[in-house]
């Protein structure tokens, strides 16, 4: 057996909460804007205009049969060029965290697109045409009548998504951004502690998702009563 | 921005003189996904499938071992898992058995890890999903199967898992694609998969956006046969007079 050394996890911490906030930042960041997003392409998905429905299930269809690992290099290859020549940012500038954003963001959003959809599609027609009918617009009853009951619907699911979100940031590690785990890579290396930071990440990461899919669990006991 | 496509960069030789083209070292990134791919699905399900069945066992024992393991492979990011396997399973173990892993090629080391990794991780996945299929059977088969006297193991074997197995189908695929997409993550301890390709051929020849594109397509094209695979699969087992059973 190994021994792991507590004096050096513990003179990494500080680090390591730098790189966990990145983390958390990525995660924070491709939920809202991927569940905004997901929102968009679910009501194009759906919408009688076929263009639009078309483009809405390329993209989601796209991005879904992508290795998220090549999504963060295209990103990284692209958004740093494309940034850099929109706001004639200087070349040597980093912007590996905002290629992360964006690309997280965009994955997500396609993800999170189908969770919605079929959030929408449980909630009964005559919910639109009862909206509809007491003269709220289109985009009014969508707002105010579909979204909030097709969201309750498919809480524990977007939640199960935000875990597996959470663990997915992990693979910035490809674009070398210092998030948590890269974090305590480089410092194995740096201290020759490989086996204790990789231990100690793992243990943290089942901490956290354990906790939230317990969470997700509670909610969706909540949700079938 | 100005960008000099040339496709003809994958069929010229490439720069370190080995006699092979670019093309070449793509399609060996793509057989190697491949194999991995398939190897990771033979191996997930078999595991997946022995434990979704011990978890629907009515056993206390069976299901905290069980739920443990779901829990443990689920709630821990997979590059965390492949790293485990790769960099600190070799020292845990006793040293005779930890030199005889390191004593294999490099290739086989990278691919074994990523194998045993992504089998598992897919296993805890395919295990719920067992579980839930069987969950589904409604109870009256079970007891029914007992009670013309049928032994427990008896009941899974005949009525169970047949009715099960079919059940999983339609998420077993997305399972299958998704194993594909994982095995890109294997990239990170260096098994010379599809997307490290990608990357090797931007360091060799600064054509980055036509082999992303490339290998890109070369993971649509496997998604792509995966579902076209377990479709006819579905089609081949459906169940009459269930959803999705037309007639």
């Given at each position: 057996?190994?021994?792991?050394?507590?004096?050096?996890i513990?003179?990494?911490?500080?680090?390591?909460?730098?790189?966990?906030?990145?983390s958390?930042?990525?995660?924070?960041?491709?939920?809202?804007?991927?569940?905004?997003?997901?929102?968009?392409?679910?009501?194009?998905?759906?919408?009688?205009?076929?263009?639009?429905?078309?483009?809405?299930?390329?993209?989601?269809?796209?991005?879904?049969?992508?290795?998220?690992?090549?999504?963060?290099?295209?990103?990284?290859?692209?958004?740093?060029?494309?940034?850099?020549?929109?706001?004639?940012?200087?070349?040597?500038?980093?912007?590996?965290?905002?290629?992360?954003?964006?690309?997280?963001?965009?994955?997500?959003?396609?993800?999170?697109?189908?969770?919605?959809?079929?959030g929408?599609?449980?909630?009964?027609?005559?919910?639109?045409?009862?909206?509809?009918?007491?003269?709220?617009?289109?985009?009014?009853?969508?707002?105010?009548?579909?979204?909030?009951?097709?969201?309750?619907?498919?809480?524990?699911?977007?939640?199960?998504?935000?875990?597996?979100?959470?663990?997915?940031?992990?693979?910035?590690?490809?674009?070398?951004?210092?998030?948590?785990?890269?974090?305590?890579?480089?410092?194995?290396?740096?201290?020759g502690?490989?086996?204790?930071?990789?231990?100690?990440?793992?243990?943290?990461?089942?901490?956290?998702?354990?906790?939230?899919?317990?969470?997700?669990?509670?909610?969706?006991?909540?949700?079938?009563? | 921005?100005?960008?000099?496509?040339?496709?003809?960069?994958?069929?010229?030789?490439?720069?370190?003189?080995?006699?092979?083209?670019?093309?070449?070292?793509?399609?060996?990134?793509?057989?190697?996904?491949?194999v991995?791919?398939?190897?990771?699905?033979?191996?997930?399900?078999?595991?997946?499938?022995?434990?979704?069945?011990?978890?629907?066992?009515?056993?206390?024992?069976?299901?905290?071992?069980?739920s443990?393991?779901?829990?443990?492979?689920?709630?821990?990011?997979?590059?965390?898992?492949?790293?485990?396997?790769?960099?600190?399973?070799?020292?845990?173990?006793?040293?005779?058995?930890?030199?005889w892993?390191?004593?294999?090629?490099?290739?086989?080391?990278?691919?074994?890890?990523?194998?045993?990794?992504?089998?598992?991780?897919?296993s805890?996945?395919?295990?719920?999903?067992?579980?839930?299929?069987?969950?589904?059977i409604?109870?009256?088969?079970?007891?029914?199967?007992?009670?013309?006297?049928?032994?427990?193991?008896?009941?899974?074997?005949?009525?169970?898992?047949?009715?099960?197995?079919?059940?999983?189908?339609?998420?077993?695929?997305?399972?299958?694609?998704?194993?594909?997409?994982?095995?890109?993550?294997?990239s990170?301890?260096?098994?010379?998969?599809?997307?490290?390709?990608a990357?090797?051929?931007?360091?060799?020849?600064?054509?980055?956006?036509?082999?992303?594109?490339?290998?890109?397509?070369?993971?649509?094209?496997?998604?792509?046969?995966?579902?076209?695979?377990?479709?006819?699969?579905?089609?081949?087992?459906?169940?009459?007079?269930?959803?999705?059973?037309?007639?």
């Open positions: 057996m190994i021994q792991i050394s507590w004096h050096d513990l003179s990494a911490l500080p680090a390591l909460w730098r790189g966990a906030i990145v958390l930042q990525i995660t924070l960041v491709a939920l809202i804007v991927g569940i905004i997003l997901g929102c968009l392409l679910a009501l194009l998905r759906l919408s009688s205009s076929k263009p639009l429905a078309m483009v809405a299930t390329a993209y989601v269809t796209i991005f879904r049969s992508i290795p998220l690992v090549m999504v963060l290099l295209w990103f990284y290859l692209i958004a740093p060029q494309f940034l850099k020549a929109l706001l004639h940012l200087p070349p040597n500038i980093d912007v590996r965290l905002a290629s992360a954003f964006v690309a997280f963001s965009l994955f997500e959003a396609a993800y999170y697109a189908e969770i919605i959809r079929a929408i599609q449980s909630v009964g027609r005559g919910q639109l045409n009862a909206g509809l009918a007491l003269g709220l617009s289109y985009l009014q009853t969508v707002q105010f009548v579909i979204l909030p009951q097709a969201i309750r619907v498919v809480t524990p699911l977007l939640v199960t998504q935000a875990i597996i979100l959470l663990q997915d940031t992990s693979l910035v590690y490809v674009i070398g951004l210092a998030d948590f785990f890269r974090m305590a890579v480089n410092i194995g290396d740096r201290d502690t490989t086996i204790d930071m990789i231990l100690f990440v793992g243990a943290c990461y089942f901490a956290v998702c354990g906790i939230l899919s317990a969470i997700v669990k509670l909610l969706q006991a909540k949700t079938s009563r | 921005m100005s960008y000099q496509w040339d496709w003809g960069i994958l069929f010229s030789p490439v720069a370190t003189g080995e006699g092979s083209t670019y093309f070449d070292w793509l399609l060996s990134g793509f057989t190697v996904t491949l991995l791919t398939l190897c990771t699905w033979v191996g997930a399900t078999v595991i997946g499938v022995t434990l979704g069945v011990f978890r629907t066992v009515p056993n206390p024992a069976c299901t905290v071992a069980t443990t393991y779901v829990a443990i492979f689920r709630n821990v990011p997979l590059i965390v898992q492949l790293f485990t396997w790769y960099f600190v399973v070799p020292e845990i173990l006793p040293s005779a058995a930890g030199d892993l390191k004593s294999f090629s490099p290739f086989n080391q990278f691919f074994a890890c990523s194998l045993v990794c992504l089998s598992l991780f897919t805890a996945r395919i295990c719920e999903q067992v579980r839930s299929a069987i969950d589904a409604p109870v009256g088969q079970y007891n029914a199967g007992l009670a013309i006297g049928l032994t427990r193991f008896q009941v899974y074997r005949h009525v169970l898992l047949p009715v099960g197995f079919r059940i999983i189908v339609p998420p077993l695929t997305s399972e299958f694609v998704s194993v594909s997409k994982n095995s890109a993550v294997a990170t301890i260096g098994l010379a998969e599809l997307s490290a390709q990357q090797h051929l931007v360091d060799y020849t600064a054509h980055s956006y036509e082999a992303f594109i490339a290998v890109t397509a070369g993971y649509m094209i496997i998604n792509l046969l995966t579902i076209i695979l377990m479709r006819q699969v579905e089609k081949a087992v459906r169940i009459p007079g269930y959803l999705g059973a037309k007639g």
